[in-house]
């Protein structure tokens, strides 16, 4: 039976054998003749006429940030809530401060007018 350490080792060994089989397999079969088509730049297949640089608002990507920060937090909340009455006071007081700081972060973003659109 092998030790908690030797199936970390063949875990970490099997996830590198497949990292660096992966890249070296893609290495050695990708096609290596360039063309001057393949070097453009491509913009939905069309050349670009005038000015190419555009700026975009930040706020789009504000929105999603925020989005997925909270998202990704309250998923914290759903393993806690089904196990709430097994888990004592100690849980509910950490909870309650996990709770303050997405609290403070959404104030925060509030008024710092991430959530403006503007």
């Not at 990292?19 to 290596?32: K, M, N, Q, W, Y």
């Not at 008024?111 to 403006?116: S, V």
Request: net charge negative; charged share 15%.
């Amino acid at each position: 039976m092998l030790s908690d350490w030797g199936a970390l080792f063949i875990f970490l060994a099997v996830a590198f054998v497949f990292g660096v089989g992966g890249i070296a397999t893609s290495f050695l079969i990708h096609p290596r003749k360039t063309t001057e088509q393949k070097i453009t730049t491509y913009e939905c297949g069309v050349d670009t006429i005038g000015p190419t640089w555009v700026q975009f608002k930040t706020s789009y990507f504000m929105y999603a940030l925020l989005f997925v920060i909270f998202d990704v937090e309250t998923i914290y909340l759903y393993p806690w809530a089904v196990q709430f009455k097994n888990l004592g006071l100690f849980a509910f007081i950490e909870m309650i401060v996990f709770l303050f700081i997405l609290i403070v972060g959404l104030w925060y973003a509030w008024k710092e007018g991430a959530l403006e659109w503007k």
